[in-house]
Nanobody, 125 residues
Framework: QLQLVESGGGLVQPGGSLRLSCAAS????????IGWFRQAPGKEREGISC????????YYTHSVKGRFTISRDNAKNTVYLQMNSLKPHDTGVYYC??????????????????WGQGTHVTVSS
């Protein structure tokens, strides 16, 4: 069973930072693009960032551009999402997902085959 496990969520004050991790077990992420998705309370899940398998392609949705940075360490089989200047509307459950695509990544959940269980992020004073 291929597994992705997110970690790093928690409660943070507005303006604070968190770094989310997405670790894979039982398979190598080398051949997968990875997406981060967010589901805010009462809203649909949205793609907020992704990174291609070869790191040449990244994507950020408008609301996080300039504040979030996605990166990957294939040697550690882990993808990270550094989140700075967090705002209350960043609150939600964050999921990582893997797609067996090469050289590009997508913000569409339909292209992702494997999903983690999610990690909660709450931005509140």
């Amino acid at each position: 069973q291929l597994q992705l496990v997110e970690s790093g969520g928690g409660l943070v004050q507005p303006g604070g930072s968190l770094r989310l991790s997405c670790a894979a077990s039982k398979f190598s992420l080398d051949y997968y693009s990875i997406g981060w998705f967010r589901q805010a309370p009462g809203k649909e899940r949205e793609g907020i960032s992704c990174i291609s398998n070869n790191i040449l392609s990244t994507y950020y949705t408008h609301s996080v551009k300039g504040r979030f940075t996605i990166s990957r360490d294939n040697a550690k089989n882990t993808v990270y999402l550094q989140m700075n200047s967090l705002k209350p509307h960043d609150t939600g459950v964050y999921y990582c997902a893997a797609s067996p695509t090469s050289n590009y990544c997508s913000d569409s959940s339909h292209e992702y085959q494997y999903w983690g269980q999610g990690t909660h992020v709450t931005v509140s004073s």
